[in-house]
């Protein structure tokens, strides 16, 4: 190892997680140090013996990193079981089953340029900056100036382990699809790693029984240099090859993955994309309706974050659970998850906590819940999913703004007195017009950049546009 103190490992070090550029910030080097960072923070005389699950998606950078990573763990004492290709759910499924730290070589969404490492605490528990990842930051920063890992004297050993059968047999045994009424559904894997785990789970390839569901492939051969469109959903423009093939093939509804595969996007029979807020709330009421079942005087808490829609909070409490509002941030609806003991979490960016999955979030968990509400009624799914959107939203509008608390104030001067303000994350302010239709917005700066988030919600379309038009008129002003 040689050294490379000029890095600076603050640019590419996130809030949840390692996310930088290839070659110029992260290199095999770096990645060592991370590896044996990680092993130090963790311990490696608390290990079991799978001891740290580490894990990689398709990009072309990731198994020389992953095997780096275990280079730099083994060194410092720890034994690495190595995953190989798999997705990030896989990942946590592995870092819950085994009760293990992990860590995950993946940039989900981002173009093929980059990579990075999403971190895991034994039980699939998220580390942020708040919990240990600027620990391991530090600690890696110390090994590149030093030149060199020193390693102990009984270095740790690297297994080879596939989880693919065991995680999809898993998540079989939460779901039950077998007697749902026969469907057919266009999958886009975006060339990332739900190529590999949608036959696994929704077809034959890990051995299970097969299901009355018909997919249609997109995309599903691993790439990742991303050859059709970034694996990044949320991006209307990327959702376009799915809603055009759903129509074509006369499917019953889509779904589109990520790069990794944790996050699920849904859209109907028409082609029309499906608010991850109304995914929440089918999933809330069907994860409520399940455990109540079981243990019908338990208290049940059902968390969502504060810029998904109102309808979900209202679902939760409908359902007869209480709705437990959070800020923004994956690590953080881990934490949540765990402290309020939730059954289930939403995120407007269709990340889904399961209080079954280790806390942990799982795109595919959730659409096998989509399925089985959908595939155990008769109604399309734009009239199941209509249930559940009943207001306006603007989702999430980003504007790069030089002067961020110039912008911010400009909000504050002109609703004080209008609204009613809640600094839970950013800045919220709900009110109603004069008609008694109610809205609201959020308005939250970037962590890593000049830019302010919008989110506005109301009953109807022209409130909500009239909402959005005047805050987004102050944040450019």
């Given at each position: 190892?040689?050294?490379?103190?000029?890095?600076?490992?603050?640019?590419?070090?996130?809030?949840?997680?390692?996310?930088?550029?290839?070659?110029?910030?992260?290199?095999?080097?770096?990645?060592?140090?991370?590896?044996?960072?990680?092993?130090?923070?963790?311990?490696?005389?608390?290990?079991?013996?799978?001891?740290i699950v580490v894990g990689h998606d398709m990009r072309d950078s990731s198994p020389e990193f992953a095997a780096a990573f275990a280079r730099g763990a083994t060194a410092r004492g720890a034994n690495v079981t190595l995953l190989g290709l798999c997705s990030t759910d896989e990942t946590y499924?592995?870092?819950?089953?085994?009760?293990?730290?992990?860590?995950?070589?993946?940039?989900?969404?981002?173009?093929?340029?980059?990579?990075?490492?999403?971190?895991?605490?034994?039980?699939?528990?998220?580390?942020?900056?708040?919990?240990?990842?600027?620990?391991?930051?530090?600690?890696?920063?110390?090994?590149?100036?030093?030149?060199?890992?020193?390693?102990?004297?009984?270095?740790?050993?690297?297994?080879?382990?596939?989880?693919?059968?065991?995680?999809?047999?898993?998540?079989?045994?939460?779901?039950?699809?077998?007697?749902?009424?026969?469907?057919?559904?266009?999958?886009?894997?975006?060339?990332?790693?739900?190529?590999?785990?949608?036959?696994?789970?929704?077809?034959?390839?890990?051995?299970?029984?097969?299901?009355?569901?018909?997919?249609?492939?997109?995309?599903?051969?691993?790439?990742?240099?991303?050859?059709?469109?970034?694996?990044?959903?949320?991006?209307?423009?990327?959702?376009?090859?799915?809603?055009?093939?759903?129509?074509?093939?006369?499917?019953?509804?889509?779904?589109?993955?990520?790069?990794?595969?944790?996050?699920?996007?849904?859209?109907?029979?028409?082609?029309?994309?499906?608010?991850?807020?109304?995914?929440?709330?089918?999933?809330?009421?069907?994860?409520?309706?399940?455990?109540?079942?079981?243990?019908?005087?338990?208290?049940?808490?059902?968390?969502h974050n504060l810029i998904t829609s109102r309808a979900v909070p209202e679902a939760i409490e409908a359902a007869g659970a209480t709705p437990v509002r959070t800020r923004v941030g994956h690590s953080l609806i881990k934490d949540e998850m765990k402290s309020t003991g939730a059954i289930f979490?939403?995120?407007?960016?269709?990340?889904?906590?399961?209080?079954?999955?280790?806390?942990?979030?799982?795109?595919?968990?959730?659409?096998?819940?989509?399925?089985?509400?959908?595939?155990?009624?008769?109604?399309?799914?734009?009239?199941?999913?209509?249930?559940?959107?009943?207001?306006?939203?603007?989702?999430?509008?980003?504007?790069?703004?030089?002067?961020?608390?110039?912008?911010?104030?400009?909000?504050v001067d002109a609703y004080t007195g209008v609204g009613d303000f809640d600094e839970l994350d950013g800045l919220t302010v709900s009110g109603s017009f004069d008609d008694g239709e109610f809205w609201w917005f959020n308005v939250r700066p970037s962590n890593t950049e000049p830019l302010l988030?919008?989110?506005?919600?109301?009953?109807?379309?022209?409130?909500?546009?009239?909402?959005?038009?005047?805050?987004?008129?102050?944040?450019?002003?």
């Amino acid at each position: 190892m040689t050294s490379d103190a000029s890095v600076d490992l603050s640019a590419f070090v996130k809030t949840y997680d390692v996310r930088g550029l290839v070659g110029s910030q992260l290199t095999p080097e770096i990645v060592e140090a991370f590896g044996a960072a990680f092993a130090d923070e963790i311990g490696p005389s608390t290990l079991g013996d799978a001891g740290i699950v580490v894990g990689h998606d398709m990009r072309d950078s990731s198994p020389e990193f992953a095997a780096a990573f275990a280079r730099g763990a083994t060194a410092r004492g720890a034994n690495v079981t190595l995953l190989g290709l798999c997705s990030t759910d896989e990942t946590y499924f592995a870092s819950g089953s085994m009760n293990a730290p992990a860590a995950m070589f993946t940039a989900s969404h981002n173009p093929a340029t980059y990579n990075g490492i999403k971190f895991s605490r034994a039980g699939a528990q998220g580390i942020s900056l708040d919990t240990g990842l600027a620990s391991i930051r530090d600690r890696a920063s110390a090994y590149l100036g030093a030149g060199a890992i020193e390693p102990v004297a009984e270095p740790g050993a690297v297994t080879p382990f596939d989880a693919l059968e065991s995680y999809a047999a898993y998540l079989r045994s939460l779901v039950d699809l077998s007697t749902i009424r026969p469907i057919t559904i266009v999958v886009d894997a975006g060339n990332g790693m739900g190529g590999l785990t949608v036959p696994a789970v929704l077809e034959t390839a890990a051995g299970l029984p097969a299901l009355p569901i018909t997919i249609v492939p997109l995309y599903f051969e691993l790439d990742g240099t991303f050859p059709n469109h970034e694996a990044n959903p949320l991006e209307p423009k990327n959702l376009v090859d799915l809603q055009k093939a759903v129509v074509e093939h006369g499917a019953d509804l889509g779904l589109a993955f990520d790069g990794d595969a944790d996050r699920c996007f849904v859209v109907d029979e028409n082609g029309d994309a499906v608010t991850p807020s109304a995914v929440a709330a089918i999933v809330a009421v069907r994860e409520i309706a399940r455990v109540r079942a079981a243990s019908p005087t338990e208290g049940i808490n059902v968390i969502h974050n504060l810029i998904t829609s109102r309808a979900v909070p209202e679902a939760i409490e409908a359902a007869g659970a209480t709705p437990v509002r959070t800020r923004v941030g994956h690590s953080l609806i881990k934490d949540e998850m765990k402290s309020t003991g939730a059954i289930f979490g939403g995120e407007h960016s269709a990340h889904y906590y399961f209080r079954d999955f280790w806390g942990a979030d799982n795109g595919m968990l959730a659409a096998l819940h989509v399925l089985a509400e959908f595939g155990g009624g008769d109604a399309p799914l734009s009239e199941l999913t209509n249930r559940y959107t009943p207001y306006a939203a603007s989702g999430e509008i980003n504007s790069v703004v030089d002067d961020v608390p110039a912008a911010y104030a400009r909000i504050v001067d002109a609703y004080t007195g209008v609204g009613d303000f809640d600094e839970l994350d950013g800045l919220t302010v709900s009110g109603s017009f004069d008609d008694g239709e109610f809205w609201w917005f959020n308005v939250r700066p970037s962590n890593t950049e000049p830019l302010l988030r919008l989110n506005a919600e109301a009953a109807t379309p022209a409130g909500m546009e009239r909402v959005r038009d005047a805050v987004l008129a102050l944040i450019r002003a």
